[in-house]
Nanobody, 118 residues
Framework: QVRLVESGGGLVQAGGSLRLSCAAS????????MGWFRQAPGKEREFVAE????????SYADSVKGRFTLSRDNAKNTVSLQMNNLKPDDTGVYYC???????????WGQGTQVTVSS
């Protein structure tokens, strides 16, 4: 089992940058595919990016490709999402999720708010 805590959200102007971090506690962090999801007001939670447990391969939603970069540090049990050239549509609550062996996202953090002003 893993416990996830996000940090790094805030208010930024369009074109700015933020770096989100997710700290995990528990065993076998390297066995978890880690992902970020976001939820805007009145919308469903959507996939943003993930990094595989097996080979560190990353995948991104089309809407963030080229602007967001996801990385992980298995020694520190952390994942980081660098978000550049932010747009107002990026506004939402960002959630860190963990999927044991990449099977299903069953562990979630409490979320961190990202607000991008135009």
């Amino acid at each position: 089992q893993v416990r996830l805590v996000e940090s790094g959200g805030g208010l930024v102007q369009a074109g700015g940058s933020l770096r989100l971090s997710c700290a995990a506690s528990g065993r076998a962090f390297s066995s978890y595919t880690m992902g970020w999801f976001r939820q805007a007001p009145g919308k469903e939670r959507e996939f943003v990016a993930e990094i595989a447990h097996s080979n560190g391969r990353t995948s991104y939603a089309d809407s963030v490709k080229g602007r967001f970069t996801l990385s992980r540090d298995n020694a520190k049990n952390t994942v980081s999402l660098q978000m550049n050239n932010l747009k107002p549509d990026d506004t939402g609550v960002y959630y860190c999720g963990g999927a044991l062996f990449g099977a299903r996202y069953g562990y979630w953090g409490q979320g961190t708010q990202v607000t991008v002003s135009s």
